[in-house]
């Protein structure tokens, strides 16, 4: 039986028993019920992938695929019996169902009268079959290797000591929200080119210290009671509210309407509000943490997002016997991606740094043993080997390589843009070298675009480039660009008779 089946059998053995009043679902119920269910999922991807997140759902899925007018997120329908393989997608970060979506959803004039609609919106949307699936996905989803602690002690002494001052209120509120916009949440959202507000704020749980004690003994008492948090994510510049706002107040009511108790960081359920001018998406969250984290235990300065790995790796539709290089392989992302999702390849991962080479090498090693430990028995391995080397002076022979993929220092935290003046072109040169000459390609992801396009305007009889995609890696503007290597044969500058080599200043 397939992992895929056994997965599909044990969504119809989870017996739904909730006291929740929008989930009071029978065992017996729920088997007749989820053999038709249909969900929407929406997923968020990395910024400019959005197309290849959605070949791929189709690919895997055979669910047609919507791409968002907020960058980075897409949306499907799937199945309940699906959901197993939603979770195995490549390309996606995180996972949340569609509670409902409003595409032309109409504001209100004052802030009041729109914060007014949020709570009354709690109350009146399809809570039932999203939260099924919130339910059924708790045996799939990674669990959170860790929180991020809050220091609650100082707030906790502002509450007491002023119960009725609504400003020491409202300042305790700021510094709740100021401290949950880590790098957890900005995981979930990386939006490019537009102004966008993320916030987390979590119904009404700091009114006041009767409210906290009641829910603190309601908690010891009936320990079924069901956690949550709210997330708002805001782009648009026609907003008369803040994110902090919108996730207040539709938080608290989500509270009242279900009775459960406000947690901005041991959660069981968080609610997602996405309103993107005036498109607004009601989700909940079915992961915890961002799937690009899949293969990378071992971690470096600039690693590199498994999900950003497969889009760049996508890109060049690697076809079988292809042998794949990352000549600048860092943690070895890239080349580890693709050799999970094209085994039938060779991949080779390389870099001039001992320590980079070394955190590869480990990363692989986490694999193959993270692979023996699910499979129960040893593992061939995989179609992988890490070197170090010179990007500049690759060991390797001449039109030997037929797709180069590769993340090329910033000039921020590795090496400087004064550097990649240089470094730029003799890379360029290099892989133009050992890359195949009429079939070779090279997907480059960098930040530093100027540079990089002097230097390709120099190598235009050996590269041209095909495609670019504009992607946000980190709050900065990269491109990646898919090059293909032309059929004029290399010719080392210092072989050439007469002729001065094109790196050369007067």
């Not at 210290?209 to 309601?218: I, M, Q």
């Not at 069901?226 to 008369?240: D, S």
């Not at 090498?361 to 499979?375: F, P």
């Amino acid at each position: 039986m397939s992992d895929v089946q056994e997965a599909t059998n044990q969504l119809l053995d989870v017996n739904l028993h909730e006291n929740q009043r929008s989930i009071q679902v029978t065992e017996s119920g729920l088997r007749s019920e989820s053999e038709h269910l249909q969900v929407t999922i929406g997923a968020t991807v990395p910024t400019g992938f959005e197309q290849t997140a959605a070949d791929e759902v189709r690919e895997k899925l055979g669910s047609p695929c919507k791409i968002s007018k907020d960058r980075g997120k897409i949306y499907f329908d799937i199945s309940v019996e699906s959901l197993a393989q939603v979770h195995c997608l490549r390309s996606v970060d995180n996972l949340f169902v569609v509670v409902q979506e409003f595409k032309d959803y109409q504001f209100k004039e004052t802030k009041e009268e729109v914060l007014k609609d949020f709570e009354d919106l709690a109350g009146k949307l399809p809570w039932s079959d999203p939260l099924k699936i919130w339910k059924i996905n708790t045996c799939f989803k990674k669990k959170k290797t860790k929180h991020k602690k809050i220091n609650q002690n100082s707030s906790k002494q502002k509450i007491e000591s002023g119960r009725g001052d609504k400003t020491d209120e409202r300042e305790v509120k700021k510094e709740f929200t100021n401290n949950v916009l880590d790098s957890q949440i900005l995981d979930y959202y990386e939006n490019a080119a537009i102004k966008e507000e993320i916030s987390t704020l979590v119904g009404d749980d700091l009114t006041s210290c009767k409210d906290e004690t009641e829910e603190s003994s309601k908690e010891e008492t009936d320990p079924e009671v069901l956690k949550f948090r709210v997330t708002c994510n805001r782009a648009g510049e026609k907003h008369c509210f803040s994110s902090n706002e919108a996730a207040r107040d539709f938080g608290g009511a989500v509270q009242d309407y279900f009775k459960w108790k406000a947690d901005m960081t041991n959660f069981d359920v968080e609610v997602l509000l996405n309103i993107h001018d005036n498109e607004i998406v009601v989700g909940i969250a079915l992961t915890e943490e961002s799937l690009h984290r899949r293969n990378i235990t071992h971690f470096g300065p600039t690693t590199l997002r498994s999900t950003l790995a497969y889009g760049m790796l996508r890109l060049c539709a690697p076809q079988p016997t292809d042998i794949i290089v990352d000549p600048m392989c860092g943690t070895g992302a890239i080349s580890i991606e693709g050799a999970t999702e094209w085994s039938n390849c060779y991949h080779i991962a390389g870099d001039n740094n001992p320590l980079a080479v070394n955190r590869a090498a480990n990363n692989i090693s986490s694999l193959l043993t993270k692979s023996q430990v699910k499979e129960g028995k040893l593992s061939w391995g995989l179609p992988i080997d890490t070197i170090q080397w010179d990007i500049c002076n690759l060991p390797l022979r001449t039109g030997s390589v037929d797709i180069i993929v590769t993340d090329m220092p910033f000039g921020k935290r590795m090496g400087s843009k004064k550097r990649n003046w240089n470094l730029y072109p003799a890379c360029l040169r290099e892989m133009s070298r050992v890359c195949r000459p009429g079939t070779g390609q090279a997907i480059l992801l960098t930040q530093d675009k100027k540079c990089f396009i002097k230097a390709l305007s120099g190598m235009g009889h050996l590269w041209r480039k095909v495609h670019t995609v504009w992607v946000n890696i980190g709050g900065l503007h990269a491109a990646v660009y898919l090059l293909k290597r032309t059929p004029q044969t290399f010719v080392h500058p210092s072989e050439q008779d007469g002729e001065r080599s094109p790196w050369c200043k007067d």
